[in-house]
């Protein structure tokens, strides 16, 4: 008698194993700490923490007044440059406005702006190469910006603010092009915002 009870228990628990199985493999995958998992980061961008608001660390919506609210409800990419606009200078907004260009569908909601210093832009140049480009004169913001730089990372990088004028990611200078829509291409699809 207990042959036969004996084969239809193991059916019982392999029935049982299957359903309970991936639930426990997968329980301890994610609170286990297993040297395997990778330690790898997907961004390329730094995030900056905290995270601050352009628009409430004047007391004003500094960003969108600077922009005449051209930015408002997009996301904007900032590079700042104090100096003329030499060959780093343009190498760096063209790839702004490349980075802008490979994000393709999602680029309308992206706005770019130049932040530049007491010397003002050659405007040929930027309406030649460069429509739709915003350029403003810092008042200020250059200094809060450099900041929030990372001072392990080399300056005259690029700063991604979302639609409410929170200052969220920073990217290198020497960061691919590709690299930077990666990251933004995940928060446009994260968002709800812009």
Not at 53 to 58: G, S, Y
Not at 64 to 85: F, I, K, P, Q, R
Not at 157 to 181: C, H, I, K, Q, S
């Amino acid at each position: 008698m207990t042959a036969r009870t004996d084969p239809s228990r193991r059916q019982l628990l392999l029935v049982a194993a299957l359903f309970v199985g991936p639930l426990l493999i997968a329980s301890l995958m994610y609170y286990g700490n297993f040297s395997w998992l990778p330690d790898g980061r997907t961004n390329h961008g730094r995030l900056l923490e905290p995270i601050i608001n352009l628009n409430e660390a004047d007391g004003e919506r500094l960003l969108s007044n600077l922009t005449s609210g051209e930015t408002d409800n997009h996301w904007a990419l900032l590079y700042v440059h104090s100096g003329e606009c030499s060959d780093s200078c343009r190498e760096a907004l063209y790839r702004l406005r490349q980075s802008r260009l490979m994000l393709g569908s999602e680029m309308d909601r992206v706005k770019r702006i130049f932040l530049h210093g007491k010397i003002a832009p050659d405007t040929l140049f930027l309406e030649q190469q460069h429509r739709g480009l915003i350029t403003i004169s810092n008042h200020g913001l250059d200094k809060l910006l450099h900041m929030k730089q990372p001072r392990d990372l080399r300056a005259g990088g690029f700063y991604l603010v979302d639609p409410l004028g929170n200052l969220v990611l920073y990217f290198t200078p020497e960061l691919a092009p590709r690299d930077m829509v990666d990251d933004i291409k995940h928060l446009l699809k994260l968002s709800r915002i812009g």
